[in-house]
Every structure is written in C-alpha cells, then in structure tokens.
C-alpha cells in the first residue's frame, strides 16, 4: 500500500490503527479487517461500566470529545485502553489511558460511518495519502474524505484544543507513524500500538 511520509497503511474500513498482526498472512488479515468492519457497523457504545471508566480517565475537556464519537468507535476506544493497561499495569497512567481512548477523536471531523471510512480509505490508496489528505482544504465531499485521512492531525489539536496532556496530544498525532518517528517513548507507543487492533 503505497504511504506518504512513512505512515504506517491504516486499514480499509477504519482508516486508523494499522497494527495488529491479524494473523500474519494476508488470508487472516483480510478476515480480521472483515471483523472489524463488521463490527463498526453496530452502532452501540461500551457497556455502562465501561463508560464510566473511560470517562473517570478523561479530563473535563477531553470528555466533551469522547461525547462526540460514534458508538463504535469508543467501543473500539475502551479496548485499546483496556490492553494498554493490562500489557503496562501500574505504568498505564492516565495521560496513556486517554492517549488509548481517544486516539481516533479526529475522525468525528468527517462524519463518516464505516462504508464511507472504507471509500476513503481505498481514494487514499489509489490517490496517495498525501495528495488525499490535502483535500481537507478544500470543498465538498473530498474535503471529508481529507478530513479523515487527517484524522490523526485533526485528533491532535482538538486534544490539544482540550487540554490535554502533552503524550495524549503527540500520540493522536503519531499513531499512525513508524516507531522511529514517535516522540512518546518506546515502551509506550508499542504498548498502544499492539492495543490498537486494526
Ligand atoms: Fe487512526
Ligand atoms: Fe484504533
């Protein structure tokens, strides 16, 4: 999958992760991708419990965002949070756990469901991400799909827009990148990434 910049190719579908090994081969990754698509299409948020985790972990600005995500994506959320505090135990502080949660917030920006992630994903594809993503700037239709390729820039200023902490704010922005170009440390960023199952 042709990337810009050394991004990591996020998923057709999700237009965000890229990790996860989903098998190793391109039969189980397929699969895996046709879960998590299949998946986003339920429209449900966490369970009640859940939410009342995520929400403890989130300062009152980045609780606004968290309120503005689909259903599915902080269903999506509150796992990779989850994993992340399993894999790091004590080390999971709360700026990490929010970095989990709202990795993905920038996605609210366009407004697109799961079919329409999936089309603007493979117009990244077939576009370039870079030349995709610049569509933001402009009008129309494209700009949403620019907007969410963006969606890893656009979640790191609506962070930063909430307050948030400086790791919460870098991971939005790198979690697409390869860990050579991360800012947040090593241990942190595998953790999140490995998490982040799509
Ligand atoms: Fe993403
Ligand atoms: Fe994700």
Not at 88 to 114: C, E, M, N, Q, Y
Not at 122 to 131: Q, S
Not at 152 to 180: F, K, M, N, Q, Y
Request: hydrophobic share 40%; aromatic share 6%.
């Amino acid at each position: 999958m042709p990337m810009a910049e050394g991004r990591v190719a996020p998923p057709a579908g999700d237009g965000g992760g890229g990790g996860g090994d989903g098998g190793g081969r391109p039969s189980g990754e397929a699969l895996h991708l046709v879960r998590r698509f299949l998946g986003s299409l339920w429209p449900g948020g966490p369970g009640a419990r859940d939410e009342a985790w995520a929400v403890a972990e989130l300062l009152p600005g980045e609780v606004g965002l968290w309120r503005r995500m689909s259903g599915a994506d902080r269903r999506h959320a509150v796992g990779v949070a989850r994993r992340t505090a399993d894999e790091l135990g004590p080390a999971a502080s709360r700026p990490i756990l929010a970095a989990a949660l709202l990795h993905d917030v920038g996605k609210v920006d366009s407004g697109f469901g799961p079919w329409r992630r999936s089309i603007a994903t493979v117009l990244g594809v077939v576009f370039g991400h870079r030349r995709a993503s610049g569509w933001r700037y402009g009008r129309g239709p494209l700009a949403r799909v620019g907007s969410y390729l963006s969606h890893d820039e656009i979640g790191a200023d609506l962070r930063a827009g909430a307050g948030s902490d400086t790791l919460t704010v870098r991971w939005a922005r790198e979690h697409h990148l390869p860990a050579t170009r991360w800012t947040v440390p090593q241990a942190v960023g595998r953790a999140l990434k490995r998490a982040d199952d799509d």
